[in-house]
């Protein structure tokens, strides 16, 4: 079984800030790794992703993250945060034995203080 | 380019009502699925498809059901809502390693 785990419901931040948001995940099978982001009312959009090869993985509006497979973690980071970065975001898994199947955290808001 | 369409956006219920939400997907996509998501919850899975004329439950697939008779379309019904299912309602595609997601649908049954 697999479990994803977002360490923090929200994170405050002031505008132009760095922020890492951190995610950590248990799986007894090898898993590709995927951040969204869900901006106000509106569906999830995919940030970033892991599948292979480089462990930091770069991803839309300037975010990045890393695979760090002996911590079982793929945290997600911004050196610089904005107000348009104010959304939740989502951490999931993919078991790779299967080809539809995505665990969730629970999300984390991204708050910018002006 | 419409992605994943859902249908109706809003919707306010009666207990004991029923309704349809309708997802429409233009990728040709064979993986579909209905989560809710509740504060605090993250996405929870309902139930998901993963091809035309196959349905599987979720985690939280009680007082749902699902038809997908064509590939592009994957429905959500409520046969008798509850308060309990007050929610949004994202469906989803898939295939390969992305999924995509429609704008949501928030309901709210009173």
């Known amino acids: 079984a697999q479990s994803v785990t977002q360490l923090d419901s929200q994170v405050p931040v002031f505008e132009e800030a760095p922020v890492e948001l951190r995610c950590n995940y248990s799986?007894?099978?090898?898993?590709?790794l995927f951040w969204y982001v869900q901006y106000p009312n509106q569906g999830l959009q995919l940030l970033l992703k892991y599948l292979s090869g480089s462990t930091l993985v770069k991803g839309i509006n300037g975010f990045e993250a890393e695979f760090n497979k002996s911590q079982t973690s793929f945290h997600l980071r911004k050196p610089s945060v904005h107000i348009s970065d104010t959304a939740e975001y989502f951490c999931?898994?993919?078991?790779?034995?299967?080809?539809?199947?995505?665990?969730w955290g629970a999300g984390t808001k991204l708050i910018i203080k002006p | 380019n419409a992605g994943v369409t859902q249908t109706p956006k809003f919707r306010v219920l009666k207990t004991g009502q029923s309704m349809t939400l309708l997802c429409a997907q233009d990728m040709n996509h064979e993986y579909m699925y209905w989560y809710r998501q509740d504060p605090g919850m993250g996405l929870r899975l309902i139930h998901y498809s993963v091809g035309e004329g196959t349905t599987a439950k979720g985690e939280v697939p009680d007082g749902y059901n699902v038809s997908r008779l064509k590939k592009q379309n994957f429905l959500l019904g409520l046969e008798s809502a509850a308060p309990s299912q007050t929610s949004v309602y994202f469906c989803?595609?898939?295939?390969?390693?992305?999924?995509?997601f429609g704008q949501g649908t928030r309901l709210t049954v009173v």
């Open positions: 999931a898994v993919r078991p790779m034995d299967s080809n539809y199947q995505l665990i």
């Open positions: 799986s007894s099978v090898s898993v590709y």
């Open positions: 989803a595609s898939s295939w390969g390693s992305e999924a995509f």
